[in-house]
């Protein structure tokens, strides 16, 4: 098992910066793909950022693409997502996800499916 802690949100006016982190405990023994994503009420769960194992491949979604920087931590499996020009659209429980990169298939990225470990989720809110 993986438990994954999220910290770092909380308010912030529109155009400012937030930086979310991500530590995994537990059976870290191995490197894991590494996602972020968001729920804000009434929505469904969407994807945000990720970063593959090693650091080789980083993706975003469109909307976030300029604003938002996915990196890894020294430590082996934390993950931080650097928010900037945030916007009020952005507000949301932002969750990180772990993915272990040795399973068959292919990394669909951007699928909360594809992840098999959760954290509880940190709140981001934005006021305009």
């Known amino acids: 098992q993986v438990q994954l802690v999220e910290s770092g949100g909380g308010l912030v006016q529109a155009g400012g910066s937030l930086r979310l982190s991500c530590a995994a405990s537990?059976?870290?023994?191995?490197?894991?793909?590494m996602g972020w994503f968001r729920q804000a009420p009434g929505k469904e769960r969407e994807f945000v950022a990720a970063i593959s194992w090693g650091g080789a491949s980083i993706y975003y979604q469109d909307s976030v693409k300029g604003r938002f920087t996915i990196s890894s931590g020294n430590a082996k499996n934390t993950v931080y997502l650097q928010m900037n020009s945030l916007k009020p659209e952005d507000a949301a429980v932002y969750y990180c996800a772990a993915d272990n990169p040795h399973d068959d298939g292919p990394y669909n990225y951007w699928a909360p499916s594809q992840y098999e470990y959760w954290g509880q989720g940190t709140q981001v809110t934005v006021s305009s």
């Open positions: 537990g059976r870290t023994f191995i490197s894991y793909n």
